[in-house]
């Protein structure tokens, strides 16, 4: 089962993989909190260039959440103060709920849907080579070289 941290750890290794810079993030040891945004807590706040992104993790007892279409719908139309440029909004969660964010996420306007990411993540499992459980599916992604 996904806890907070973890699910924030696996957002920024998954922005990290895209090149961002992450500025701020919670449950970090030493970067500073991200500021909440009217009211709305986010968990990372990064930068790629000039391009600014934020992201928020969502778990199965934040969809019981009434205001949480709200709270997507207004972080992904957020702009930057100075050049006025749109901030990217990426939602992490786990792939078991994947289905139901993507349903609500859909419900919004075309406007506000270009500014998001979805970004399903799940824990993999590392194992030892030369352990028994060794899982050779693992190596499906594996580019080889010739």
């Known amino acids: 089962m996904f806890n907070r941290k973890k699910n924030i750890d696996l ?14 993030r919670k449950l970090g040891t030493y970067l500073s909190e991200p500021p909440n945004v009217n009211g ?10 000039r391009q600014y ?4 993790c ?11 279409l709200e709270k997507i719908s207004y972080l992904a139309s ?3 103060k100075t050049g006025n440029k749109d901030v990217l909004l990426f939602i992490s969660f786990p792939y078991e709920i994947y289905k139901t964010v993507k349903d609500l996420v859909s419900s919004l306007d075309l406007s506000i849907k270009k ?4 970004v399903p993540v799940y824990e993999t499992v590392q194992n030892d080579l030369f352990s028994p459980s060794y899982d050779k599916v693992s190596l499906k992604n594996v580019e080889s070289i010739h």
């Open 11 to 24: 957002l920024v290794s998954h922005l990290w993989k895209l090149g961002y810079t992450i500025i701020k």
């Open 40 to 49: 709305y807590e986010i968990d990372i706040v990064a930068k790629l260039h």
């Open 53 to 56: 992104a934020m992201g928020v």
């Open 58 to 68: 969502v778990d199965k007892k934040d969809l019981q959440d009434s205001k949480l």
């Open 78 to 80: 957020r702009k930057t």
């Open 115 to 118: 500014n998001i990411s979805l």
